[in-house]
């Protein structure tokens, strides 16, 4: 996660958000440090203005997504609603993921169903608000209800089967 100093904002968070995405399949200290520098670099290129199109507020929220806390995954709300607002279609998918983050860490329902949460041991979706309807989870790019649960299922089978 080396800076180069003559590289621009916008490259600089196209990189950190694909590092955070490889950085998904590793685990412990060192990867949380990682994403807390790049939180940590994000939230000062946001103190700088540096924040302007609509493909660096969509990787900002990306990065932002997999914070620790709920000031996190609000912040990758605010950049993915603002990149959206832009004209980032795959902003949508993550103001839906960022939304059901912070409503979990509030101990709400997840709104959309993006997140799938282990209750007993077992991989569910948890509470879902019942009112929002597919047609608003598909405006938001996610699948309707019903496959995410297939999806939930097929992750706990998956465990199970290396268990």
């Known amino acids: 996660m080396e800076q180069n100093?003559?590289?621009?904002?916008?490259?600089?968070?196209?990189?950190?958000?694909?590092?955070?995405?490889?950085?998904?399949?590793?685990?412990?200290?060192?990867?949380?440090?990682?994403?807390?520098?790049?939180?940590?670099?994000?939230?000062?290129l946001y103190s700088q203005g540096a924040l302007r199109s609509a493909q660096d507020n969509y990787y900002a929220a990306l990065i932002m997504l997999y914070g620790d806390d709920i000031a996190h995954f609000e912040l990758a709300k605010t950049f993915a609603q603002r990149s959206g607002a832009l004209g980032e279609p795959r902003a949508w998918s993550v103001i839906a993921a960022s939304w059901d983050r912070s409503l979990l860490g509030r101990g709400k329902p997840q709104r959309f169903g993006t997140q799938f949460v282990r209750e007993g041991g077992r991989w569910s979706l948890g509470k879902v608000d019942p009112r929002v309807t597919a047609a608003q989870r598909a405006l938001h790019g996610v699948p309707p209800l019903w496959v995410q649960q297939q999806n939930a299922e097929q992750l706990q089978r998956r465990e199970d089967d290396e268990t």
């Open 5 to 44: 100093s003559f590289e621009e904002p916008s490259a600089e968070l196209e990189r950190l958000a694909e590092e955070q995405i490889n950085d998904l399949d590793t685990t412990g200290d060192e990867r949380s440090q990682r994403g807390k520098h790049r939180r940590e670099r994000v939230l000062a």
